[in-house]
């Protein structure tokens, strides 16, 4: 936490005002010779403290499927990963990043990582706060405005992000025919994208499946048919042989006849009629 608070070496602490304190920290372990720039020596043994030996070994033995290490390819990972810093961030092309680059660096992650942010809770919170009953099977979020001559080399172009239902074997084409439509009203070109689909039908393993599951929900229908409605029925009758009701009723005149029919007539009513 001093280096944190500690002034910029190598430079003046006017040059990056804005600098977070865990880019302070980068910032001073990466430029050990205090000279306000970052070198290549310097920065390959950045990403050794960062990234330690025995990491880096396990990933490359995942990456291999294989139990040993080839030293070659550890060599040539470093560089690589050295390059692709340098070519972010070293602007001016001297072979280092110095210390505006690298302020300018962490400016702009900060920015995108904010605003990223607040579009994703801005678009949570319209998605729950839609008062629309019908089911959702997709849509677009448009994260930047569209790339221009002036946009940044890093910058791909991937300014928005297609949501589907994947319950819908029509959302994802439809949804992209949708934002492709926008984009083009945007731009003024009068013209329109239309999106047919034709799904493949089921291969006969899927159809197979299908009939299986179909198959079994029909036996739980028709075991919770035989349970619970026969259990229904029979529980009055058992009630009324056991208390002697029903032989009250054969003393009283009813025949066996008239009282079966009418436990017949009562239940079938009973199932009936909801």
């Known amino acids: 936490f001093e280096v944190a608070e500690a002034p910029l070496r190598g430079g003046a602490e006017s040059d990056c005002e804005d600098m977070s304190k865990s880019e302070r920290v980068l910032w001073t372990l990466a ?8 070198s290549k020596s310097e920065l390959k043994q950045s990403l050794q403290k960062m990234m330690p030996k025995a990491g880096l070994q396990q990933l490359l033995r995942t990456a291999a499927n294989s139990t040993e290490v080839d030293p ?17 961030l070293d602007k001016d092309g001297d072979g280092a990043i110095g210390r505006g680059e690298f302020c300018a660096f962490g400016a702009i992650a900060r920015r995108e990582t904010d605003r990223l942010q607040g579009l994703a809770l801005t678009f949570s919170e ?11 099977y997709g849509a677009y979020y448009v994260l930047r405005a569209a ?15 297609i949501f589907v239902n994947t319950t819908s074997a029509h959302a994802a084409p439809a949804y992209q025919a949708a934002l492709s439509n926008a984009r083009m009203a945007r731009l003024k070109l009068g013209k329109k994208v239309s999106a047919t689909v034709h799904p493949f039908p089921h291969t006969p393993f899927e159809q197979q499946n299908i009939e299986k599951v179909a198959i079994f929900m029909l036996a739980i229908y028709i075991t919770f048919c035989l349970s619970f409605i026969p259990a229904g ?42």
């Open 147 to 161: 790339r221009t001559k002036e946009s940044p080399a890093w910058d791909a172009g991937s300014d928005a992000v």
């Open 31 to 38: 430029d050990a010779n205090a000279d306000g720039k970052i």
């Open 72 to 88: 070659q390819a550890e060599e040539e990972i470093d560089s690589l990963a050295i390059e692709a810093i340098l070519l972010a």
């Open 233 to 274: 029925i029979a529980h009055f009758v058992v009630k009324e042989r056991e208390s002697g009701a029903q032989q009250l009723q054969i003393l009283s005149g009813a025949s066996h006849l008239t009282f079966w029919l009418s436990n017949l007539f009562y239940d079938v009513a009973l199932y009936t009629i909801p």
């Open 126 to 136: 319209q998605i729950l706060n839609s008062s629309s009953s019908c089911p959702r």
